[in-house]
Structure formats: structure tokens, C-alpha cells
């Protein structure tokens, strides 16, 4: 079983930045892929990207490639997400999930095995 909790969501204009933190526990996480997905109202979920706990290997979607970076902190089981040069079309509520086979996740996030309850990222234009 694992646990996800994210944190450092908010509201922010256009151009300015925020971190997200993805605290993990539980048992057996290092052997998981944790990722980032958001949800606008009245969207579809989409990916942003992913981490391989053990390896540290990172896959970022298009829309925010160059803008947003993973990290991982082994220390404290965080995983973080930098965003950096916000956009209004990047509101969305981030979640991060937990999956120890990648190739079963989906674009939308189906075959995930574990899910945060998501934090609220806003961005005023």
C-alpha cells in the first residue's frame, strides 16, 4: 500500500512559478513510477510527466516540456514539480499517482494503482 499527499498548489499570475510536492509512503514505493497528472474543469485528465523512483529517469508531455521539472528527494520520499513560466491553460488540479508497471498507464491516467487527492493550481492571465 501507498500513500500520496500533494501540497503547494495555489493561485499565481501568468509567468510566475510554483512547486508541488508529492509526499510517498508506505512500503515498497522505490519500485514505482510516480507521476503527475492534472485535471481542468470539464477536461479530460492529462499527463505531465513521470519519474522512475529507482532510476531517477524522467518523461515529461510536450505542453510542458522546458517549463516544468521533476525531481525526487530519496531522503524524504518527496517527489517534486517545478513549473516555472505558468500559463492560464495550466489551472488544473495536479494529482500525482503511483504505478509499478508504466507501460499500464494511459495518457488519462487509467491502470494507475495509486492516486493523491490532488491540489488546485490557479493561473490569472
Known amino acids: 500500500q501507498v500513500q500520496l499527499v500533494e501540497s503547494g498548489g495555489g493561485l499565481v499570475q501568468a509567468g510566475e512559478s510554483l512547486r508541488l510536492s508529492c509526499a510517498a509512503s508506505g512500503r515498497g514505493f522505490s519500485m514505482y513510477y510516480i507521476y503527475w497528472f492534472r485535471q481542468a474543469p470539464g477536461k479530460e485528465r492529462d499527463f505531465v510527466g513521470r519519474i522512475a523512483w529507482s532510476s531517477g529517469r524522467i518523461y515529461y508531455a510536450d505542453s510542458v516540456k522546458g517549463r516544468f521539472t521533476i525531481t525526487r528527494d530519496n531522503a524524504n520520499n518527496v517527489v517534486s514539480l517545478q513549473m516555472n513560466s505558468l500559463k492560464p491553460e495550466d489551472s488544473a488540479v495536479y494529482y500525482c499517482?503511483?504505478?509499478?508497471?508504466?507501460?499500464?498507464?494511459?495518457?488519462?491516467?487509467?491502470?494507475?494503482?495509486?492516486w493523491g487527492k490532488g491540489t488546485l493550481v490557479s493561473v490569472s492571465s
Open positions: 499517482g503511483a504505478a509499478v508497471n508504466f507501460q499500464g498507464v494511459t495518457l488519462d491516467g487509467n491502470g494507475m494503482d495509486y
